[in-house]
T-cell receptor
C-alpha cells in the first residue's frame, strides 16, 4: 500500500463550488505539506503543518484553507473554486528529525475548475 | 526568498546519449534535493546533497553540488527510455524544512 495517499485522484468542478482534497499517510511523519504544480512553474507551497496544532501559510495560500485532523491526515479546501486553481495538487510528508530530511510525495490530485 | 532556475527547461536526447541538467540558486544552497516525476504522477526522490563538492550516484544518475556557484547538476549516463520524465530540484534554507522548487526540466528520450 502507498505510504502517502490522496483522494480524489481526479476532480472536475465548477466555479464557486467548495472542494476538499484529502491526504493520508502511514509513514508516521509529523510534518505534512500541500503543493500545487502548474506547467512551467514547478511546485509551489500552499500550506504546511509541522504537527497537529501547527498550521502555516506557504507561498500561495490565498483562496485555500487546510485542516490537520490527525497526525496522519491533512486536508486542503478550496472554499469557492475558481478556474485559475486548476492544477495538479500534491501532498507531501517528512520526518521531524534533526538536519535535512527528504519529503515523500503522494500521487497527486488533478483538479479542473470550469 | 530563494529561487531556483533549472536549465534546460526541456531536453530531447537520443537513447544512449549522456545529458546534464542544471539547477542554479539565487541564494546559498544548504540542502539540495533532486526528484523525478513521471508525467502526471507523483515525485520520486532521487538524491539529497548537503555539502559543497558533494557528489552522489545512483545507477546511471550522478548529482553534484557546487556550493560556490550555488549550483547543482544532474548527469545521466547512457540514457534509457526509463529516464524520461520531469526532473525537479528543490532546496531548503539554512535550518528550514520548507522546500522551494525549480520549474522542472522535461526530459524525452528518443529510441
Amino acid at each position: 500500500d502507498a505510504d502517502v495517499t490522496q483522494t480524489p485522484r481526479n476532480r472536475i468542478t465548477k466555479t464557486g463550488k467548495r472542494i476538499m482534497l484529502e491526504c493520508s499517510q502511514t509513514k508516521g511523519h509529523d510534518r505534512m505539506y500541500w503543493y500545487r504544480q502548474d506547467p512551467g512553474l514547478g511546485l509551489r507551497l500552499i500550506y504546511y503543518s509541522f504537527d497537529v496544532k501547527d498550521i502555516n501559510k506557504g507561498e500561495i495560500s490565498d483562496g485555500y484553507s487546510v485542516s490537520r485532523q490527525a497526525q496522519a491526515k491533512f486536508s486542503l479546501s478550496l472554499e469557492s473554486a475558481i478556474p485559475n486553481q486548476t492544477a495538479l495538487y500534491f501532498c507531501a510528508t517528512s520526518d521531524s528529525g534533526q538536519g535535512r530530511v527528504k519529503q515523500f510525495f503522494g500521487p497527486g490530485t488533478r483538479l479542473t475548475v470550469l | 526568498s530563494q529561487e531556483l532556475e533549472q536549465s534546460p527547461q526541456s531536453l530531447i536526447v537520443q537513447e544512449g546519449k549522456n545529458l546534464t541538467i542544471n539547477c542554479t540558486s539565487s541564494k546559498t544552497l544548504y540542502g539540495l534535493y533532486w526528484y523525478k516525476q513521471k508525467y502526471g504522477e507523483g515525485l520520486i526522490f532521487l538524491m539529497m546533497l548537503q555539502k559543497g563538492g558533494e557528489e552522489k550516484s545512483h545507477e546511471k544518475i550522478t548529482a553534484k553540488l557546487d556550493e560556490k556557484k550555488q549550483q547543482s547538476s544532474l548527469h545521466i549516463t547512457a540514457s534509457q527510455p526509463s529516464h524520461a520524465g520531469i526532473y525537479l530540484c528543490g532546496a531548503d534554507g539554512q535550518g528550514a524544512q520548507k522546500l522551494v522548487f525549480g520549474q522542472g526540466t522535461r526530459l524525452t528520450i528518443n529510441p
